[in-house]
C-alpha cells in the first residue's frame, strides 16, 4: 500500500488515483509521477493475453532498475539502460571531482 510520502514521489512506482496499484518499487532516474513502463502495461493489457504474460516474467522483460524503461535489448547482466549508465558516471564523475576539490582545499590549509 502507498504511504502519503511515496504519493508525492515520481520515483515510485504508484497509481496515485487508484491506491495500491503498482510494484511500489524505486527508480531513482523515474522523473514522471505514475507507474513504469512495465506496470503501465500490465494495467491496461487483457490478462489472458501473451504480451502480458510476456510481461510478467523479468527475463523476457528486462527493465531498467534507474529509470524503470522496457528495455527488450538490454546485453545480458546489465541492470542500467544507457541513459541511466550515462547518469550514473555523469555523477560519479562529479562526486570524484568534488572529493578532489575538498582534498586541495585540506592540503592547502594545512
Known amino acids: 500500500m502507498s504511504t502519503d510520502s511515496n504519493i508525492n514521489n515520481p520515483q515510485i512506482c504508484i497509481n496515485p488515483a487508484r491506491p495500491g496499484y503498482g510494484c ?3 527508480f531513482d532516474h523515474k522523473i514522471d509521477m505514475g507507474l513504469y513502463a512495465r506496470c ?3 494495467s491496461i493489457s487483457d490478462p489472458g493475453s ?3 504474460k510476456k510481461m510478467l516474467n523479468f527475463e523476457t522483460a528486462p527493465f531498467c532498475k534507474g529509470c524503470g524503461a ?3 535489448f538490454m546485453a545480458p547482466g546489465k541492470e542500467f539502460c544507457g541513459s541511466c549508465e550515462q547518469k ?3 555523477s560519479s564523475a562529479t562526486d570524484a571531482i568534488k572529493d578532489l576539490q575538498a582534498h586541495r582545499v585540506a592540503s592547502i590549509s594545512n
Open 40 to 42: 503501465t502495461f500490465l
Open 24 to 26: 511500489q518499487m524505486s
Open 50 to 52: 501473451d504480451g502480458f
Open 88 to 90: 550514473s558516471t555523469q
Open 70 to 72: 522496457i528495455v527488450m
